[in-house]
């Protein structure tokens, strides 16, 4: 297609589409995202055999349906995934505040009271000194639940040594 070509093919198509995405998404940058990509999709097709007008407007109609639907299980997905992971914020502060007069011993009878993948993730980097990416390749688990593992096991550290 040619320049000019793509920009009609733009103009006859992108309100329609955008308005079927918006209708899904309820949100206008996700809509004109899932617009456009639903438009390049098109676009950038290997498929030669031609269609009709309306089997161009079908094709376009269904991709653009099923990736806002695609778009809205990826949100869930998320806020399904910061809703597991999320750390109450009193909790952090609290836990970053200082502690006198624990000693080495204390703090590791207080790590062997812990659960396993707290304690593993926690004796890994505080007592061998590994970073996330080392421990994500040692156990097999995401960088990130890695990271979230440890941040909820230093506030259940904190907590056992303050009793």
Same mark, same amino acid.
């Given at each position: ?63 653009? !349906? ?5 778009? $809205?299980? +990826?949100?869930? @997905?998320?806020?399904?995934? &910061?809703? =597991? ?21 204390? !703090? ?5 009271? $812990?659960? +396993?993948?707290? @304690?593993?993730?926690?004796? &890994?980097? =505080? ?37």
């Amino acid at each position: 297609m040619t320049r000019q070509e793509i920009t009609a093919f733009y103009e006859q198509y992108h309100r329609r589409l955008y308005n079927t995405a918006w209708r899904i998404l309820q949100n206008s940058d996700d809509a004109e995202e899932v617009m456009q990509d639903t438009l390049l999709k098109y676009i950038g097709r290997k498929d030669p055999a031609p269609l009709s007008a309306p089997q161009i407007g079908a094709w376009l109609s269904r991709t653009c !349906v099923r990736a806002s639907i695609d778009r $809205l299980r +990826e949100r869930k @997905r998320r806020a399904d995934f &910061l809703e =597991l992971y999320a750390v109450d914020e009193t909790e952090v502060e609290e836990a970053d505040m200082p502690m006198e007069g624990i000693d080495v011993p204390t !703090v590791l009878k207080a790590l062997e009271g $812990l659960e +396993e993948p707290y @304690r593993l993730i926690l004796n &890994l980097v =505080l007592l061998e000194g590994l970073d996330y990416e080392e421990i994500s390749t040692f156990t097999g688990k995401k960088e990130v639940t890695i990271r979230s593992i440890y941040s909820r096991g230093r506030v259940k550290l904190i907590e056992r040594l303050r009793k």
